[in-house]
């Protein structure tokens, strides 16, 4: 199996939740740097194919324009659906900046409860156990 079912960067923590979708909980209150986005995307890197997550925030955290350039380059390939929990309408907002911003390649939805936003994933993107990118190509 992985080596790293979980990390933790300092402002977000991945898991691998069922074999079948990453959890990644944002609880920085800080900004969110391009160095930050390495850390996401060696992690997502261990997937064979772009992989279903679900994000929450607990933080209340900024990204600027330059790592949403990166992320909008460094995702689209390792991501193929995002289920955002939120707590509020910011948490709405930020996700439909998200969705039209940098994962606008990818599909997004806006959940108000953890449950709803796993089965709406397990039900439409991650309906096959993840498998490593172990092969040596």
């Not at 689209?76 to 911003?101: G, P, Q, W």
């Not at 940098?102 to 993840?130: G, R």
């Amino acid at each position: 199996m992985f080596g790293m079912q979980k990390i933790d960067t300092g402002k977000v923590t991945l898991s691998l939740e069922e074999n079948r979708y990453v959890l990644a909980v944002i609880y920085t209150n800080e900004e969110i740097e391009k160095e930050d986005v390495k850390s996401v995307t060696d992690y997502l890197d261990q997937f064979k194919e772009p992989i279903p997550i679900v994000i929450e925030r607990t933080g209340h955290y900024s990204i600027s324009v330059m790592v949403q350039i990166v992320m909008l380059q460094q995702t689209k390939n390792r991501l193929k659906a995002a289920a955002f929990v939120e707590r509020n309408n910011r948490d709405a907002l930020m996700t439909r900046i998200a969705a039209s911003t940098y994962f606008k390649d990818i599909e997004v939805k806006s959940f108000f409860k953890k449950q709803e936003a796993v089965a709406w994933l397990m039900e439409n993107y991650a309906t096959e156990p993840l498998l490593a990118d172990s092969s040596p190509s």
